[in-house]
C-alpha cells in the first residue's frame, strides 16, 4: 500500500509569486484535505477535496485554490504569495464514508521571502 | 463549533515514568477525536482515534486514550515513556465525512528525560 506522498519538499519564492504544491493519495481513498502548518502551531485546515469538486474550505482567502484529478491526487494553488504563507503545508488523504481518520504526507516546507 | 484545547504546550518526563497529554474538546454533535503525534520536520503520524465504539481507545506505540463524555476530555496516555515518545503531539476532532473541517489543537511538546 503506498502512503501519501508530497512534492516538492522544500521550497523557496519572493513575495508576489505564485506557487503549486502536489499531493498524490493513499491507495483506496477518495479525498484530499489540505491543511497549513505555521511554526509551533497546529495545523488549519484549508479545503477539502471529494470527487474533485471543493468539498467547503476554512478561513482562507480564495488567492488559495485548488484541483483533485480523476485518480485523485491533488494541487494546492497559492497565488500573490504574502510573507504570512511561509509554513508546512501538509495534505491529508481519507475516504469519504469512514470516521474521519487521515493520513498525511510529509508535507512541503514554503519559504517566502 | 467545534474546538479543542490541548493542557500544556510542554511536557517533560523521565524514561520510564508515564506519559499524561490533556485533551479538552467542544462539540454540538458526537465527535469522532484523534491524536497525532508529529516528529521534526515531518508530517502528522494517526496514533488512535476514536468513533464511538469503546471508550477507551488502544493505539501504537503502547499509547491509549480514554473518552470521557462527561468531563469532554479525550485525554493520552502511555504507561512507560520511551525516548523516541519525544515529538509533538496533537489532539484533533471532526464530525466524520473523510476529516471534513478537522480542528486541531495548539499540540503538546514532550520531552523525555533519560
Known amino acids: 500500500e503506498t502512503g501519501v506522498t508530497q512534492s516538492p519538499t522544500h521550497l523557496i519564492k519572493t513575495r508576489g509569486q505564485q506557487v503549486t504544491l502536489r499531493c498524490s493519495s493513499q491507495?483506496?481513498?477518495?479525498?484530499v484535505s489540505w491543511y497549513q502548518q505555521a511554526l509551533g502551531q497546529g495545523p488549519q485546515f484549508i479545503f477539502q477535496?471529494?470527487?474533485?469538486?471543493?468539498?467547503g474550505r476554512g478561513n482562507f482567502p480564495p488567492r488559495f485554490s485548488g484541483l483533485q484529478f480523476p485518480n485523485y491526487s491533488s494541487e494546492l494553488n497559492v497565488n500573490a504569495l504574502e510573507l504570512d504563507d511561509s509554513a508546512l503545508y501538509l495534505c491529508?488523504?481519507?475516504?469519504?464514508?469512514?470516521?474521519?481518520?487521515?493520513?498525511f504526507g510529509p508535507g512541503t516546507r514554503l519559504t517566502v521571502t | 463549533a467545534q474546538s479543542v484545547t490541548q493542557l500544556g504546550s510542554h511536557v517533560s518526563v523521565s524514561e520510564g515514568a508515564l506519559v499524561l497529554l490533556r485533551c479538552n474538546y467542544s462539540s454540538s454533535v458526537p465527535p469522532y477525536l484523534f491524536w497525532y503525534v508529529q516528529y521534526p520536520n515531518q508530517g502528522l503520524q494517526l496514533l488512535l482515534k476514536y468513533t464511538s465504539a469503546a471508550t477507551l481507545v488502544k493505539g501504537i506505540n503502547g499509547f491509549e486514550a480514554e473518552f470521557k463524555k462527561s468531563e469532554t476530555s479525550f485525554h493520552l496516555t502511555k504507561p512507560s515513556a520511551h525516548m523516541s515518545d519525544a515529538a509533538e503531539y496533537f489532539c484533533?476532532?471532526?464530525?466524520?465525512?473523510?476529516?471534513?473541517?478537522?480542528?486541531f489543537g495548539a499540540g503538546t511538546r514532550l520531552f523525555v528525560k533519560a
Open positions: 477535496y471529494y470527487r474533485e469538486e471543493e468539498n
Open positions: 491507495s483506496g481513498h477518495n479525498t
Open positions: 484533533a476532532v471532526n464530525r466524520g465525512t473523510g476529516g471534513f473541517k478537522t480542528i
Open positions: 491529508a488523504s481519507s475516504s469519504y464514508r469512514q470516521g474521519g481518520e487521515q493520513y
